[in-house]
């Protein structure tokens, strides 16, 4: 998986299910500290960016956000999808389909 995210981006957990050594309270791991994780579905923003190695088996992407504390692996976010918002689609809800009748 490639990273392209980029500081000052907005991304949305996609995988809320970390590891326990992801909030473990010894200081060698990637947070230390009681830290509260990002939640499924949560929209963040991208502070910083990190390349390199954390732990001793993984070398990744890691992200550090202005919302939580700490370094997040890439993996379990997605860009932020902005649509602008148009009544016109709730309009069409509202007008009845045009239904053929046999005469």
């Not at 995988?15 to 939640?39: K, Y």
């Not at 954390?54 to 932020?80: D, K, Q």
Request: hydrophobic share 45%.
């Amino acid at each position: 998986m490639k990273c392209d995210f980029v500081v000052g981006q907005r991304v949305v957990c996609i995988n809320g299910d970390w590891p326990d050594w992801a909030v473990s309270t010894d200081e060698r791991f990637i947070v230390p500290g009681p830290v509260r994780v990002p939640m499924l579905n949560e929209v963040l923003t991208i502070a910083g960016i990190q390349a390199g190695t954390r732990l001793v088996t993984m070398s990744a992407v890691w992200l550090a956000f202005e919302e939580i504390a700490g370094g997040w692996h890439y993996s379990h976010f997605r860009p932020l999808i902005e649509r602008k918002t148009d009544i016109s689609m709730f309009k069409r809800m509202l007008t009845p389909a045009k239904k053929e009748v046999d005469a």
